[in-house]
């Protein structure tokens, strides 16, 4: 199994920055991507950003390209996701989750086998 935490939600006003992170542990080598989902009240989860483990490839979703970036650091075993230009649309939940696939659409939240319990994101207008 693997374990996610992510932490560095917080309030913000809207135009401002935050960091959030995701550590893992528990079997740190089993999987192959990491992504970002976010949860507004009431609406679908979204996929946000994700990044390939070993090639460092990112993804991101239409609504944050260009102001968000997903990054990890292998030996640490943690995701970031810088996120700037914050909007009040941005408000949710956010979640890190991990693909245990080689390949595979990395937006899809039904490809991700493990998930953290989430940190509350809220931008202010």
């Known amino acids: 199994q693997v374990q996610l935490v992510e932490s560095g939600g917080g309030l913000v006003q809207a135009g401002g920055s935050l960091r959030l992170s995701c550590a893992a542990s528990?079997?740190?080598?089993?999987?192959?991507?990491m992504g970002w989902f976010r949860q507004a009240p009431g609406k679908e989860r979204e996929f946000v950003a994700a990044?390939?483990?070993?090639?460092?490839?990112?993804f991101y979703g239409d609504s944050v390209k260009g102001r968000f970036t997903i990054s990890r650091d292998n030996t640490k075993n943690t995701a970031y996701l810088q996120m700037s230009s914050l909007r009040p649309e941005d408000t949710a939940v956010y979640y890190c989750?991990?693909?245990?696939?080689?390949?595979?659409?990395?937006?899809?939240?039904?490809?991700?086998?493990?998930w953290g319990q989430g940190t509350q994101v809220t931008v202010s207008s």
């Open positions: 528990g079997r740190t080598r089993s999987y192959f991507a």
């Open positions: 989750a991990v693909d245990l696939s080689l390949f595979g659409d990395r937006s899809n939240k039904n490809n991700y086998d493990y």
């Open positions: 990044v390939s483990w070993s090639s460092g490839n990112t």
